[in-house]
T-cell receptor, first 112, second 115 residues
C-alpha cells in the first residue's frame, strides 16, 4: 500500500539555522507529493507541492524536490525563523485517488 | 481562508454515548473528508464523500459512520463512543475536478475526549 515516512521529531533549532526534514514514500505509479504545516491550535495548510519527478515545490523560503530515484521529498529551508515553529506533515496522493496519505508529522521548534 | 466550519470545537463525552461532529463548507467543493489526528500516526482518513449521498470508507472507518445530505454539510457519527476514539478530528474539502493535485483545505479541528 501507499505510505509516507518522516524523520522522527521533535526537532529544535536556533533561529537562522538550516533546516532539513526528511520524507520518503512508498507508492505504486506516480503520486503527487505535498508538505502541509500545522501552526498551534490550527488546522493544516498547504505549504508546497510537486506533481512529477524532479519538480521542485517552494513557498515562504521552504523547498522540496520530488526525487523518484530515492522516493524522497525532503523539506529544506536555508534560514529558519521563530515563526516557522509548527508541525510539518509530508503527504502523497495517487492519480485518480483523491485521498491524502500522511506521514506522522515532525514538530519543529525554533529558539530565538 | 477556505470557508470550513467544524462544530463543536471541543467535546467531552462518556463511553457508550453517540456523538455527531459537523463539518460545514461554503466553497461548494465536491469532495469532503474526515481525518483523525493522533500522536505518532499523523492524520488518517476515516471516511470521505465525493458528492451528495456518495461516501466511502477510509483506512480507519470502524466505529464511524458519515452522512452527506447536502453539498455543504458532512456529518461524522460515533455510534457508541469508546476511549480509543479520543482524538482530534479534522474535516477537509477539495475541488478535485479529476486531478489528485488540487489542494485540500482543512478545518480547525474538533478535540473529542471520551471518558
Amino acid at each position: 500500500g501507499n505510505s509516507v515516512t518522516q524523520m522522527e521529531g521533535p526537532v529544535t533549532l536556533s533561529e537562522e539555522a538550516f533546516l532539513t526534514i526528511n520524507c520518503t514514500y512508498t507508492a505504486t505509479g506516480y503520486p503527487s507529493l505535498f508538505w502541509y504545516v500545522q501552526y498551534p491550535g490550527e488546522g493544516l495548510q498547504l505549504l508546497l507541492k510537486a506533481t512529477k519527478a524532479d519538480d521542485k515545490g517552494s513557498n515562504k523560503g521552504f523547498e522540496a524536490t520530488y526525487r523518484k530515484e530515492t522516493t524522497s521529498f525532503h523539506l529544506e529551508k536555508g534560514s529558519v525563523q521563530v515563526s516557522d515553529s509548527a508541525v510539518y506533515f509530508c503527504a502523497l496522493s495517487k492519480q485518480g485517488a483523491q485521498k491524502l496519505v500522511f506521514g506522522q508529522g515532525t514538530r519543529l521548534t525554533i529558539n530565538p | 481562508d477556505a470557508g470550513i466550519t467544524q462544530s463543536p470545537r471541543h467535546k467531552v463525552t462518556e463511553t457508550g454515548t453517540p456523538v455527531t461532529l459537523r463539518c460545514h463548507q461554503t466553497e461548494n467543493h465536491r469532495y469532503m473528508y474526515w481525518y483523525r489526528q493522533d500522536p505518532g500516526h499523523g492524520l488518517r482518513l476515516i471516511h470521505y464523500s465525493y458528492g451528495v449521498k456518495d461516501t466511502d470508507k477510509g483506512e480507519v472507518s470502524d466505529g464511524y459512520s458519515v452522512s452527506r445530505s447536502k453539498t455543504e454539510d458532512f456529518l461524522l457519527t460515533l455510534e457508541s463512543a469508546t476511549s480509543s476514539q479520543t482524538s482530534v478530528y479534522f474535516c477537509a474539502i477539495s475541488d478535485v475536478r479529476g486531478s489528485p493535485n488540487t489542494e485540500a483545505f482543512f478545518g480547525q479541528g474538533t478535540r473529542l475526549t471520551v471518558v
